[in-house]
Nanobody, 127 residues
Framework: VQLQASGGGLVQPGGSLRLSCATS????????IGWFHQAPEKEREGVSC????????DYVDSVKGRFTISRDNAKNTVYLQIDSLKPEDTGVYYC?????????????????????WGQGTQVTVSS
């Protein structure tokens, strides 16, 4: 199982970014894909989860309405669209995979449920 996050960068507050998670070594439909955010000097926190097989999808409350997770099975890629970026969105974003039965609260929120991690992509929101 391999994952590679990309698409981060320096963005002004209010801007948008689309992060990509390229996957390989497994069938995307058989796994849930999660996104986590680690702000400077803070713990890694859940952002969103998507499981294609049953269509389950979840977001933590703090990002609802601004973050959108999606997938392109033909490209084996999962995306995280981030709109209306805020300075507190700054940090490293990681994508992760697990053979989760569905995107429950626990998978969306807790890094310990996820065994496979890619390297992160840095997002900096600053004027």
């Amino acid at each position: 199982v391999q994952l590679q996050a990309s698409g981060g960068g320096l963005v002004q507050p209010g801007g948008s970014l689309r992060l990509s998670c390229a996957t390989s070594g497994f069938t995307l439909d058989d796994y849930a894909i999660g996104w986590f955010h680690q702000a400077p000097e803070k713990e890694r926190e859940g952002v969103s989860c998507l499981r294609s097989a049953d269509g389950s999808l979840d977001y933590v409350d703090s990002v609802k309405g601004r973050f959108t997770i999606s997938r392109d099975n033909a490209k084996n890629t999962v995306y995280l669209q981030i709109d209306s970026l805020k300075p507190e969105d700054t940090g490293v974003y990681y994508c992760t995979a697990a053979q989760a039965p569905h995107c429950s609260y626990y998978y969306t929120h807790y890094a310990s449920f996820w065994p496979f991690w890619g390297q992160g992509t840095q997002v900096t929101v600053s004027s």
